[in-house]
């Protein structure tokens, strides 16, 4: 199983960075599909997921201007971020989760860089 990720980058504040990610080597698409991020000595934190019924989590510090979209069904999402801030700065991870099936995957990790 490959998680693909693309996008990302180095903006200014305030400005708008798209993040996508795509599954490939799976036989049975995954339950739920999201981005973590993971700061500086702290744990990888849920930035958003979706999952295969339509069902959206997003974490408070995003909620307003990150929007995750996509189809679980097709292993495929994005994340479309607006209103940028420094502290969005990190890595972020895809993640593909297959439940108790076969456990969840993650991606090598993409930067965002957000310039003050």
């Known amino acids: 199983v490959r998680l693909v990720e693309s996008g990302g980058g180095l903006v200014q504040a305030g400005g708008s960075l798209r993040l996508s990610c795509a599954v490939s080597?799976?036989?049975?698409?995954?339950?739920?599909m999201g981005w973590y991020r993971q700061p500086p000595g702290k744990e990888r934190e849920l930035v958003a997921k979706?999952?295969?019924?339509?069902?959206?989590m997003l974490a408070d510090s995003v909620k307003g201007r990150f929007t995750i979209s996509g189809d679980v069904t097709k292993s495929v999402m994005d994340l479309q971020m607006n209103n940028l801030r420094p502290d969005d700065t990190d890595v972020y991870f895809c993640?593909?989760?297959?439940?108790?099936?076969?456990?969840?995957?993650w991606g090598q990790g993409i930067q965002v860089t957000v310039a003050s």
């Open positions: 993640q593909a989760d297959w439940g108790t099936w076969m456990g969840a995957f």
């Open positions: 080597g799976a036989d049975v698409h995954p339950n739920e």
């Open positions: 979706i999952r295969r019924n339509g069902i959206i």
